[in-house]
């Protein structure tokens, strides 16, 4: 069984460039979800997709945005980078309505904004 | 609004000493209660998980929680600390979708 897996593992951009990070779920998930953690915080939620579709969305502005692809793989996309976009980014898998809600993590993508 | 507090933002402990790491949610019905761990560089790796039913979860590595409704907590356990356990560790509350973490208690083991 393949875990969550995220690339890629570090990205150095500039203020203003806009940022694309993958991720594959874990085999036989179909809903992934995004957070950013900023050093010394806890994850925050960025947005779920599920069939393709986002589906919920926490405090992020417009500029952060997803994609998520028929295999279930799903990309983030954040436009218009600022320096406080620097973080953590983690994507997590699971498999909806089981209701267990478990989510799996991946390693994450360290986003440095210059 | 749904929250998650963990009081202590460090902890030093004695390799073999016992460990609690406190966790109180704010949530207005049952909770679904998450304790992850979190090694420098990586990602989140689940320690256990509250539902319904038995309010002590026992977890892998020998870690336990115990849900107690009335204090809106939901603290981790271990009898006895390895030098492995030094991590940060961050308590979840999900509503829905959501995930909902604290802060974390960032964890010294101390030979």
């Known amino acids: 069984e393949t875990g969550v897996t995220q690339s890629p593992t570090h990205l150095i951009k500039t203020r203003g460039q806009q940022v694309t990070l993958r991720c594959s779920s874990q085999s036989g998930h179909n809903t992934v979800s995004w957070y950013q953690q900023a050093l010394g915080q806890g994850p925050q939620f960025i947005f779920q997709?599920?069939?393709?579709?986002?589906?919920g969305r926490g405090n992020f502005p417009p500029r952060f945005s997803g994609l998520q692809f028929p295999n279930y793989s799903s990309e983030l996309n954040v436009n218009a980078l600022e320096l406080d976009d620097s973080a953590l980014y983690l994507c997590?898998?699971?498999?909806?309505?089981?209701?267990?809600?478990?989510?799996?993590f991946g390693p994450g993508t360290r986003l440095t904004v210059l | 609004a749904q929250s998650v507090t963990q009081p202590d933002i460090h902890i030093t402990v004695s390799e073999g000493a016992s460990l609690e790491l406190r966790c109180n949610y704010s949530y207005g019905a049952t909770p679904y209660l998450f304790w992850y761990v979190q090694s420098p560089g990586q990602g989140l790796q689940l320690l256990l998980k509250?539902?319904?039913?038995?309010?002590l979860v026992q977890g892998i590595k020998g870690f336990e929680a115990e849900f107690k409704r009335s204090q809106s907590s939901f603290n981790l356990r271990k009898p006895s600390v390895h030098w492995s356990d030094a991590a940060e560790y961050f308590c979840a509350v999900v509503t829905g979708n959501q995930f909902y973490f604290g802060t974390g208690t960032s964890l010294t083991v101390i030979p």
């Open positions: 997709y599920y069939r393709e579709e986002e589906n």
């Open positions: 509250y539902f319904s039913g038995d309010t």
């Open positions: 997590a898998s699971s498999l909806f309505m089981t209701g267990s809600n478990e989510q799996f």
